[in-house]
């Protein structure tokens, strides 16, 4: 599947724009409402994580997607722009996604399925008598879906889902952004400790990040969790993949807009001025490099 790197700036013009609009949704979980422009934002964000990564996943399963006999799971798949990447990366292999929002195109490679489903419910591969495993899945893919649910649900629900439809030997990896900056300026610092109370009312959880490989691993069935960590710059001193980092960025915090009017005590005057002051001091803080988002990339396996 192509890049879209001509399409980039019109896309950050766009989504600059969106960020001084006035009308906006506040939806904690999702962080934006899944309008068109949360669809390109998304688009655009796969585009630069594939970038930063080097490609489209981290388990050591090549040879299987190619070889043909390896079937994926996208949790949460969303656009499904992943999946057919993968699909047609691999034509041979076999891609499953699910999904609660219907936002995938009509034309996908026809070795996908996409399943609308809520995952907080049991997946839906149940083929198995004994309901407790159903041992499917050569890799599970899981990206950016930290914050859509809460710790309990990923520890009590998720996770075990997660193992009860993956393959003795199978893996799997997920893919999350850290939203703390690194060495922040004052107004980063101030909207961070805002962000952190919205989330933590929407009863979402910072400090996952840390402790998610822990959590797989204390699983008796799963084997040790390999991590490994990329930085997505943030500001144009990370040229143009920064300058897409930012827009992303401005895009995702405006859909949080009312909590931080709440929490700040801002009128939408003040607020515009923040988001000003937020432009500039990323713009400024070019020379500390230092206004990055880590994404972690850990790939577990059943043993
Ligand atoms: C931030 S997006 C990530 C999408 C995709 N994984 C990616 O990397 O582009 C989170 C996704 O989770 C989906 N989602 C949220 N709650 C869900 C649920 N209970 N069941 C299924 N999907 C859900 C949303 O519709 C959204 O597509």
Redesign the pocket.
Same mark, same amino acid.
């Given at each position: 599947m192509g890049h879209r790197h001509s399409k980039f700036p019109k896309l950050i013009h766009k989504i600059n724009k969106a960020t001084n609009d006035k009308i906006r949704n506040t939806e904690c979980?999702? /962080?934006n409402k899944?309008d068109d422009l949360y669809l390109d934002r +998304?688009q655009v /964000?796969?585009n630069v994580m594939r970038c930063i990564s080097n490609g489209n996943f981290k388990a050591p399963v090549d040879e299987q997607l190619r070889e043909g006999s390896a079937v994926v799971l996208?949790?949460?798949?969303? &656009?499904a &722009?992943?999946l057919s990447e993968m699909a047609s990366d691999f034509p041979q292999s076999t891609f499953i996604g699910?999904?609660?929002?219907p +936002?995938y195109p009509d034309h996908k490679p026809r070795n996908i399925k996409i399943i609308q =489903?809520?995952? /907080?419910e049991q997946f839906p591969f149940s083929g198995d008598k004994n309901q407790n495993s159903y041992n499917t899945f050569d890799l599970i893919y899981?990206?950016?879906?930290f914050? =859509?649910?809460s710790e309990s649900q990923w520890k009590n629900h998720l996770i075990k889902e997660y193992i009860r439809v993956l393959k003795p030997g199978g893996y799997i990896e997920c893919?999350e952004g850290d939203l703390n900056a690194d060495n922040p300026g004052a107004v980063t610092e101030q909207l961070g400790v805002v962000v952190e109370k919205i989330l933590v009312q929407g009863g979402r959880s910072l400090s996952l990040f840390m402790k998610f490989n822990e959590m797989i691993e204390s699983h008796p069935q799963m084997g040790k969790v390999t991590r490994s960590e990329v930085v997505m710059p943030i500001g144009s001193w990370g040229g143009q993949i920064g300058e897409l980092g930012l827009a992303i960025m401005l895009h995702m915090l405006s859909g949080l807009q009312k909590g931080i009017m709440y929490h700040m005590k801002l009128n939408e005057k003040d607020l515009d001025k923040l988001w000003d002051d937020y432009k500039i001091e990323w713009a400024n803080l070019s020379f500390g490099k230092n206004i990055c988002m880590v994404f972690f990339n850990e790939a577990g396996f059943l043993v």
């Open positions: 979980p999702q /962080l899944q +998304m /964000l796969h996208d949790v949460c798949s969303g &656009t &722009t992943w699910i999904e609660k929002v +936002m =489903a809520d995952v /907080l899981s990206r950016l879906n914050f =859509a649910f893919v």
